[in-house]
């Protein structure tokens, strides 16, 4: 709640939800993190259940040649948080001057975001792309897909991106990136707004890319979960027991 665009609206909905969810039949969570949350909420807890989101896989290749590119992708709003990344990029860019920042996504922050970019003189090396209809034919010809939220539910760009084997580095904010990359064990984490620490994981995944290329196989292994045919039939077992 602490980073939310309107505090006062996000406080009266938090009131809201502990006040109907209590006369809910079911709560379906996208995150282990948020279900956890919700069951502090409600009377019953048995209400609450985990089902993770879904995407429709589509096999990619495990591309070894991609281009020098770190590619981001989302609304352009406070809760994506651009501006790290941003920052982090720009520090980032005076080692490794061929590289370019990819931002895919709209939003009432891109102005702000395009100042910051002339602000550090880095205004060519970042591309706005706006919206982008299938950003995995993006992700598989980038080095790394980075996620710098304050905080998110289940990121589908998380899972996306290691379905194209694309190195990830995210913040390990509340609730899902930790648990789509395992702590650690799929990608890297780095605390919200650390865009210091962003800056080194960066150098240090283009320095030991093989490395972060075996973490981003073993992610890639994981994510049967999230097939849509499996996350459907787990909606239909929750939606048949409440009848």
């Known amino acids: 709640m602490i980073h939310s665009e309107n505090l006062i609206l996000n406080s009266f909905s938090f ?15 996208n995150s282990e993190k948020s279900s956890t949350f919700f069951k502090y909420l409600l009377f019953n807890k048995s209400k609450v259940s985990c089902i993770g989101n879904s995407i429709n896989f589509k096999k990619f290749k495990n591309i070894k040649k991609r281009n020098n590119y770190i590619v981001s992708a989302g609304r352009l709003t406070k809760q994506k948080n651009f501006e790290t990344l941003i920052k982090a990029f720009n520090l ?28 550090y003189n880095i205004k060519k090396k970042v591309i706005f792309k706006n919206f982008v209809k299938n950003p995995s034919k993006i992700f598989v010809n980038s080095k790394i897909y980075v996620c710098s939220s304050l905080y998110e539910g ?26 789509i990359l395992k702590n650690g064990n799929y990608g890297y984490l780095f605390p919200i707004k650390d ?47 409440l009848f």
């Open 92 to 119: 980032f860019s005076q080692k490794y001057s061929n590289y370019k920042l990819l931002i895919l996504g709209e939003g009432k922050e891109k102005q702000k975001l395009i100042n910051l970019t002339e602000k």
């Open 154 to 179: 289940l990121p589908s760009s998380l899972i996306e991106s290691l379905n194209t084997y694309t190195p990830v580095i995210s913040t390990n904010c509340l609730s899902g990136p930790s648990e």
């Open 15 to 29: 009131v809201l939800r502990f006040i109907f969810y209590n006369f809910s039949d079911k709560i379906i969570c």
């Open 195 to 241: 865009y210091l620490r962003l800056n080194k994981l960066m150098n240090y995944v283009v320095n030991n890319y093989n490395q972060a290329k075996r973490k981003t196989i073993k992610g890639h292994n994981s994510l049967s979960k999230y097939n849509v045919k499996i996350v459907t039939s787990k909606y239909l077992n929750e939606i048949n027991n």
